[in-house]
C-alpha cells in the first residue's frame, strides 16, 4: 500500500515496545459485539492505474462548462484563473498546513489570511472581514444570526430578489434560532417591497445586489429606512467580479456585507468548496462569527500575525460562542487573495467591464429574438428573460443542442410561478460565438 | 559558467561564537516579506484582459467611481511574494504534525489531480442533470461508501465541515422531536468534547449541559443516567474520545440514551482510529458526521476547505437536508426540493456540498480500499502506542492502558521545572516539529495530545520521540532558558497576542503609507 510507511517488520518491532501480543489486543476496549474480524464489503486496495481510469471514466460523464457555449450562474460563475494561482495554492506549505495554531510557524498562512481581510474589507466597502466562512449562503445565515444578538430581536425580512437557495439556508438556522424570517415574493426590483416590510421588530433586512434576476440595486434608501427603525442592512453578493464596477455595500450604508467569493480565484466545482466572504462594522467585529487575523508584534518587535479576538469562538467560549465555526475556507482564501493581488484594482475595474460588456452583448442579441423578454432593468453580468414557454424544458433541448442556455428560475424556486424565466449570465469567458449560438439556438426552440 | 575556486578559500573560516543580526531582516532563505498593500502598485495588475468600455452610462449611480484601494502585482512579482510566506509555514510534507484530533495525514497527489479534471472541476451546480451524471454517480459511490464503512443506512452529504456536520446532525435531531411534537430542551456533551460540540448544541437552541468523566477518562455512566430524562434531545459523544480513549462502555451509553428516547450523536472527528475495523452502527449510533479532511485525507489547506458528510440511523433518515442524489429512470438525478410530506429540516446551503472534496475522498478511498483503510486505522493506532510506550518514562500519561490514535500526555511531570507545556512546546518548534495539541482536552492539566497518523514511517516517530525525549531531559535538568524563550529558530519569536487582541488591527490601513510620503 502506496500510502503506507510501516513494514510488518516495524510492525512487529512497535508491538515488542508497546509490549502487546498483537494489533488487536490494542483494540481491547471495543465492546466483543461491535469487533470485526475481516474486512467490510469493499472493494480492495488499488493502484493509481486503476484507480485514474475509474476516475476519469465518471468524469467523462459529464459535460464541463468549457465544452459548450455555457451561460448558468445564479450564484457560480465560470471565470478563468490564471495559471499561477492553481501553482501557488498547491504548494506543500500551504496546502498541508493545518488552521495557524502556532503562530511562529505558520506566518505564511495567517500574513495571507490578514491581506485577504484587507482585500475584503475593501472590496466591500466596509471596516473589518473575517478570515473566510464556507460560501455565501452560510454566510447570510451567519449574518442573520448576528443581526439578532445585537439586535436582540427576532424578525429578519428576505427581500424578493435574494437567492431562494440562499433564503433557505437562511430559514434553515432561523427556525432553531427562534427568528421569524418575513420572505418577500420574487420581484425583480423589489426595493419598495422591502422598505415597507420593515418594522419595530426587526433585526434586519436582507438585500441581494446584484439581486437573483441580476438587478443591480441601490440599497441606500433601504439603508437608511433599516437604521430608522433600529435594525441592521445585510447586503449579499453573490458575483463579487461586480465589486469592480458597482458601488460597494459599504458605501450604500450596509451594517454587514456578504459574499460568495468563489468567481475570484476558485473554479465552479460543482457548487463547492467556495469561500464566504465576510465583512462588517468595526464597532460589530465582537458579534462576527469566524477567525479573525490581527496584527501584532513578537518578542523581537518584529510585524506578526496572530488569530484574535478568539473569546467569540467555540474553542474557548463554547456554548456561548458567536458561531459553531471551526474549520473554514483556508485554502480558498487564498486562491481568492492570490488572484486578486494579480487582478489589482485596474484589473478587477477591467475584469468587471469585460464582463459587463459581455452581457450587454447577450442582452441585445436576444431582446431581437420573438419570445423572449429582457425583465432586468439595470444588471451587472446576468439578465433573467421571460421566455414564452416553460424554461425547464428550454434548457434541456438546448443542452441536447450543445448549448447550456442558463439557469431555470423554476430550478431555483419551483412554486414561484415563474417557469418562463431563465437567467443567463455572461463572463469574460463568453465569446462572441458563444452569444450568437445562444441566440441561434433560442431562436430556434422558441419558433 | 562553473564556479571559479581559484584564488578563493574553499573551507570555511573557523566560525564567530555570536551570530550578528542581519542588516535587512531577511535571514538566508528567509525573506522579511512586506505586505502586498506595501510592494503592489495601485495601478498595476498582472492579468491580461481585453479592453473594455466601463459601462458607466448604463449604471448611472450604481457606478463605482471612489478609489477602491487594492494594490496589484505582476506575476513574478506574486510569485516571489506567495513562495517567500510559504517558506515561513509548517506542513505536513515537512515533517511530522502531530496535532491530536486533527489529524494531519499524507495527502496523496492522486487526489489533487483527480479533483482537478474539468469533468469535476469545471461544471456548474445548476447545470442540467443530464450534462452531469457522472458527478451524480460519484457523490452515490461516495455515500456507499461512508454508509459500508459505518453500517448506516443513510448520509447526508452537504455539510461543509465537521461543525457544518454537527450542525446537520443536531437539525435533524431537532426535526425528530419536532416531528412527534416532543419538544426537548438539553443536550448532554463530556467534559472532554471539543467546543463546537456545545456551540452546535446551543446553536440549535437547546441548553448545553455537560457529563462527568471517570478516573479512566471515559464518560462517567452513573451521572450519565442521573442526567437523562424525558427533556434531553441528545448526548454528543466523541467515540474514541479526545482523550484517545475508546468509550469501553459505548453500547450501554447508546442504550441508556435511547432508552430515554434521546438520541445519540457521536463525533466522527477521530474516525481514523477505528475506519474498517468498527462500525459505528454496531455502536448504537444515531447520526456522525465524517471528516473527510481528517480521516480520507482532503487536504487541511491552513484552515479549509473541509466537508462533513453526516451517517444517520433509519430513526433520523427521514429529516436529513437537501438536496439528496436519487436512482430515476433516466440515470441519477437530484431532488433539491423535499417533496410534500418529507421530513426534511431543509437545506444547508446553496448548493450540493464540497464535491471537490468529495473526488478527493472517493480517491483516497479507492486507492486503500476495505484492506487499506483497516490497515490505516490499525497503524494509526499502532504508531500513537508506540509514542506512548517510548515517552511514558519521561512524560506522564493520565490514562493507563492502550490509546487508540492519539497519546494523551499531562504536565505533572514538569511540575518543579519552571517549564509550562507551552514552553515545552514552543521548543519543539525549534528542533523542527509542529507542537502537539495543546491544553486539550480541558479535562487533563496541561494536556499534550499527540496524534502521529499512520502515514509516519517508524524512523520518522523515532526522530519525533528522541527529540521529545532529549527536550524532557533538558526540562529536568534545569535548562530553562531554551524553553522560556523558545522559539529561537522560527521566522518569528513568541508573538504577543494580549496586545492583538487589546488593540485589534485587522486590516491593512493606508495611514502609515500617507505619512511615509509625506515625510
Known amino acids: ?30 465492546p466483543a459485539s461491535a469487533r470485526r474480524s475481516g474486512t467490510v464489503d469493499l472493494p480492495n486496495f488499488q493502484g493509481e492505474i486503476e484507480v485514474e481510469r475509474a476516475m476519469a471514466a465518471l468524469a467523462g460523464r459529464n459535460r464541463p462548462a468549457g465544452a459548450a457555449p455555457f451561460f448558468c450562474g445564479a450564484g457560480a460563475y465560470r471565470h478563468h484563473v490564471p495559471a499561477s494561482v492553481d501553482h501557488i495554492i498547491q504548494r506543500s506549505e500551504f496546502l498541508t498546513s493545518y488552521t495557524p495554531y502556532q503562530p511562529e510557524i505558520a506566518q505564511g498562512t495567517l500574513q495571507y489570511l490578514f491581506e485577504f481581510q484587507s482585500q475584503v474589507a475593501a472590496l466591500t466597502g466596509m471596516e473589518v472581514a473575517n478570515a473566510s466562512l464556507y460560501d455565501g449562503s452560510t454566510g447570510a445565515a451567519e449574518a442573520v444570526m448576528m443581526a439578532h444578538r445585537i439586535t436582540r430581536r427576532a424578525k429578519a425580512v428576505l427581500s424578493g430578489g435574494l437567492h431562494p437557495h440562499y433564503a433557505e439556508t437562511i430559514r434553515t438556522l432561523a427556525h432553531v434560532a427562534g427568528v421569524d424570517v418575513l420572505s418577500q415574493p420574487a420581484a425583480i426590483d423589489g426595493e419598495a417591497a422591502v422598505i415597507e416590510a420593515i418594522d419595530a421588530a426587526t433585526a434586519c433586512v436582507v438585500v441581494q445586489t446584484p439581486n437573483v434576476f ?3 440595486t441601490d440599497v441606500t434608501r433601504i439603508a437608511e429606512a433599516a437604521h430608522a427603525a433600529g435594525a441592521l442592512l445585510i447586503v449579499v453578493t453573490a458575483e463579487a467580479i461586480s465589486y469592480g464596477l458597482l458601488k460597494s455595500p459599504g458605501e450604500m450604508g450596509a451594517d454587514i456585507a456578504v459574499a460568495e467569493g468563489q468567481s475570484i480565484g476558485n ?20 458579534q462576527a462569527p469566524g477567525r479573525l487575523c490581527g496584527e501584532t508584534v513578537d518578542a523581537e518587535r518584529r510585524r506578526g500575525f496572530v488569530l484574535t479576538l478568539s473569546t467569540r469562538e467555540q474553542h474557548i467560549r463554547r456554548d456561548k460562542a458567536t458561531s459553531n465555526i471551526c474549520t473554514n475556507s483556508g485554502l480558498c482564501a487564498l486562491a481568492f487573495t492570490i488572484h486578486m493581488s494579480l487582478l489589482g484594482e485596474a484589473g478587477l475595474r477591467r475584469l468587471a467591464g469585460v464582463n459587463h460588456a459581455q452581457a450587454r452583448k447577450v442582452a441585445a442579441a436576444l431582446s431581437a429574438i420573438p419570445g423572449v423578454e429582457i425583465l432586468t432593468p439595470r444588471f451587472f453580468n446576468e439578465v433573467a428573460v421571460r421566455l414564452s414557454k416553460p424554461a425547464a424544458g428550454v434548457v434541456e433541448t438546448l443542452a441536447e443542442e450543445g448549448v447550456i442556455a442558463g439557469v431555470p428560475y423554476s430550478r431555483l424556486a419551483p412554486s414561484a410561478g415563474l417557469d418562463d424565466v431563465l437567467l443567463i449570465a455572461a463572463t469574460e469567458l463568453t465569446t462572441d460565438a458563444d452569444i450568437a449560438a445562444l441566440a441561434t439556438a433560442l431562436s430556434g426552440v422558441l419558433a | 559558467m562553473t564556479m571559479l575556486n581559484v584564488g578563493r578559500p574553499t573551507r570555511p573560516e573557523a566560525t564567530q561564537a555570536t551570530q550578528p543580526t542581519t542588516l535587512t531582516g531577511g535571514r538566508g532563505l528567509l525573506q522579511d516579506e512586506a505586505l502586498i498593500f506595501e510592494l503592489g502598485g495601485w495601478d498595476k495588475t498582472g492579468v491580461d484582459l481585453p479592453d473594455a468600455d466601463l459601462g458607466s452610462d448604463d449604471l448611472g449611480e450604481l457606478f463605482r467611481s471612489a478609489p477602491i484601494g487594492l494594490p496589484g502585482l505582476s506575476e513574478p512579482e506574486a510569485l516571489r511574494h506567495y513562495v517567500r510566506l510559504s517558506q515561513k509555514n509548517h506542513a505536513i510534507d515537512l515533517a511530522l504534525y502531530p496535532l491530536g484530533s486533527c489529524t494531519m495525514k499524507h495527502n496523496p497527489r492522486l487526489n489533487e489531480k483527480m479533483a482537478r479534471l474539468p469533468g469535476f472541476s469545471d461544471i456548474h451546480p445548476l447545470q442540467p442533470t443530464s450534462t452531469v451524471q457522472g458527478a451524480l454517480a460519484l457523490m452515490d459511490q461516495l455515500a456507499h461508501w461512508l454508509k459500508t464503512l459505518t453500517g448506516m443506512p443513510a448520509v447526508a452529504l452537504s455539510p461543509k465541515a465537521g461543525a457544518h456536520g454537527e450542525l446537520c446532525g443536531l437539525l435533524a435531531i431537532r426535526a425528530a422531536h419536532e416531528a412527534r411534537g416532543d419538544a426537548r430542551k438539553r443536550v448532554l456533551v463530556p467534559t472532554s468534547a471539543h467546543g463546537t460540540n456545545p456551540a452546535t448544541a446551543a446553536f440549535v437552541g437547546y441548553a448545553v449541559e455537560e457529563i462527568a468523566q471517570t478516573a479512566d477518562g471515559r464518560v462517567d455512566l452513573a451521572d450519565l443516567a442521573a442526567k437523562l430524562g424525558p427533556d434531553v434531545a441528545a448526548i454528543m459523544v466523541t467515540n474514541p474520545n479526545t482523550c484517545g480513549l475508546f468509550e469501553r462502555d459505548i453500547v450501554e451509553i447508546a442504550r441508556l440514551t435511547h432508552a430515554a428516547g434521546a438520541y445519540f450523536y457521536c463525533d466522527g472527528a477521530n474516525f481514523n482510529a477505528i475506519v474498517g475495523r468498527v462500525r459505528p452502527a454496531d455502536l448504537g449510533v444515531d447520526a456522525m458526521h465524517i471528516n473527510l479532511h481528517k480521516t480520507f485525507s482532503t487536504p487541511h489547506g491552513g484552515g479549509g476547505p473541509g466537508a462533513g458528510p453526516v451517517v444517520l440511523s433509519d430513526a433520523l433518515a427521514p429529516y436529513a437536508p437537501t438536496p439528496w442524489v436519487v436512482h430515476g429512470d433516466a440515470g441519477f438525478d437530484l431532488v433539491e426540493h423535499a417533496p410534500d410530506g418529507s421530513g426534511s429540516f431543509g437545506r444547508m446551503s446553496a448548493f450540493h456540498g464540497q464535491m471537490g472534496m468529495y473526488v478527493r475522498a472517493l480517491t483516497y478511498m479507492m486507492s486503500h480500499g476495505a484492506d487499506g483503510l483497516r490497515q490505516v486505522a490499525e497503524d494509526a ?24 490514535h492519539e497519546a494523551l500526555f499531562d504536565d505533572s511531570w514538569l511540575e518543579g521545572t ?18 502537539m495539541t495543546m491544553y486539550f482536552p480541558l479535562v487533563v492539566h496541561g494536556a499534550m495530545l499527540i496524534e502521529p497518523t499512520e502515514t509516519e514511517p517508524k524512523a520518522e516517530i523515532d526522530r519525533f520521540c528522541d527529540a521529545l525525549l532529549a527536550l524532557a531531559a533538558a526540562a529536568k535538568a534545569g535548562d530553562v532558558d531554551r ?16 496586545l492583538a487582541a487589546r488593540k ?3 486590516r491593512w ?10 515625510e
Open chain 2, 483 to 498: 524553553f522560556k524563550g523558545a522559539p529561537f529558530h522560527a521566522p518569528l519569536r513568541r508573538l504577543d497576542e494580549t
Open chain 1, 1 to 30: 500500500m502506496r500510502y503506507l510507511p510501516l513494514t510488518a517488520e516495524d510492525r512487529a518491532t512497535m508491538l515488542g515496545v508497546i509490549a502487546a501480543p498483537s494489533i488487536d489486543a490494542l483494540y481491547a476496549d471495543v
Open chain 2, 381 to 404: 493506532v499502532l504508531n500513537a502506542n508506540y509514542i506512548k510506550a517510548r515517552l511514558s518514562g519521561a512524560m506522564t500519561a493520565p490514562f493507563d492502558g492502550p490509546c487508540m
Open chain 2, 504 to 506: 485589534p488591527k485587522l
Open chain 2, 509 to 518: 490601513k493606508p495611514e502609515a503609507v500617507t505619512l511615509v510620503a509625506a
Open chain 1, 267 to 286: 473554479g465552479l466545482n460543482f457548487g463547492g468548496p467556495y469561500v464566504g466572504l465576510f465583512a462588517t462594522r468595526e464597532k460589530f467585529v465582537r
Open chain 2, 418 to 435: 519552571d517549564v509550562s507545556t507551552l514552553d515545552f512546546a514552543k521548543a519543539m518548534i525549534d528542533e523542527g516539529f509542529h507542537p
Open chain 1, 214 to 216: 441580476g438587478t443591480a
